[in-house]
């Protein structure tokens, strides 16, 4: 399998933001999670989020030109953008935006699968240093879905997860499904508790968590900083862990380092 800069196909390669300030979200972030920055090269529309000095996310000021709800998304390592957005598409998904030019070599599409929770892939080089390894952020990311068995086979036929010549595995354990490379979680997909309602709290989406030594202190800051607390502190089998609301409405969850 040809790797992709440092992130092989069909494996995570990206976060990123959509906020209607940069400016705001990166004053929020760095507070809340001890994030620096950089520019990215594409305009002073976007900027990276370093942690540790190594690349974990991206921001960028989209919300307001596209009208939409800030939101995390997670990006996806592929060979071939134009495939994989034929394969959304044969599987009951759909392809909102893209797949798009970023510069010479790279295309990037926005997607949501076929109950509407949003993510992205990315074809060409991916950002060098990420993920920054077990000790990085993100941890892994979390989809909330309504069936995980078969939403996973959705995601398995258009990433080739567990194929013979993939090099990640997927297990179903304790009603989740778990994608892991070399014994490291990178994807967990939970099933069965999400329903259809207007709030879009409640509807299938991924959920990016990110790493802090200290959950409760994570959630004061972000209360200082203008956040708010969509889930309390509480324990899971993953460890401690709170889901949080940037100022401007963007959910992410906070685990235990």
């Not at 399998?1 to 990123?16: D, L, N, Q, T």
């Not at 529309?45 to 009208?67: K, Y």
């Not at 295309?107 to 699968?113: H, I, K, P, V």
């Not at 502190?233 to 709170?242: E, I, L, V, Y």
């Amino acid at each position: 399998m040809k790797p992709i800069g440092h992130a092989r196909p069909g494996f995570p390669c990206w976060v990123s933001l959509a906020a209607p300030s940069i400016q705001a979200a990166q004053e929020f972030y760095t507070a809340v999670l001890g994030w620096t920055w950089r520019p990215t090269g594409m305009g002073e529309e976007f900027r990276t989020a370093l942690f540790g000095g190594a690349p974990v996310a991206g921001v960028g000021a989209l919300a307001n030109s596209l009208r939409s709800a800030a939101a995390w998304t997670p990006f996806f390592a592929v060979e071939d953008a134009d495939a994989t957005a034929a394969r959304i598409h044969e599987r009951g998904g759909t392809v909102g935006v893209g797949p798009l030019p970023f510069g010479p070599d790279r295309r990037a599409a926005l997607a949501a699968d076929r109950d509407g929770a949003v993510f992205g892939f990315w074809a060409g080089e991916a950002l060098p240093g990420w993920p920054s390894g077990p000790d990085g952020a993100p941890a892994w990311l979390e989809l909330r879905t309504r069936d995980a068995f078969a939403v996973a086979l959705f995601y398995g036929e258009v990433f080739g997860w567990a194929s013979p010549e993939g090099s990640c595995s997927v297990e179903y354990e304790n009603d989740e499904v778990i994608v892991r490379e070399a014994g490291r979680k990178l994807a967990v997909v939970h099933g069965g508790a999400v329903e259809q309602a207007p709030d879009p709290e409640v509807r299938p989406r991924w959920y990016v968590h990110f790493r802090v030594p200290d959950v409760t202190a994570a959630v004061t800051a972000a209360r200082a900083a203008g956040g708010t607390v969509a889930l309390a502190p509480t324990a899971s089998p993953a460890g401690r862990q709170a889901i949080l609301r940037d100022p401007d409405g963007g959910l992410f969850t906070v685990t235990a380092a």
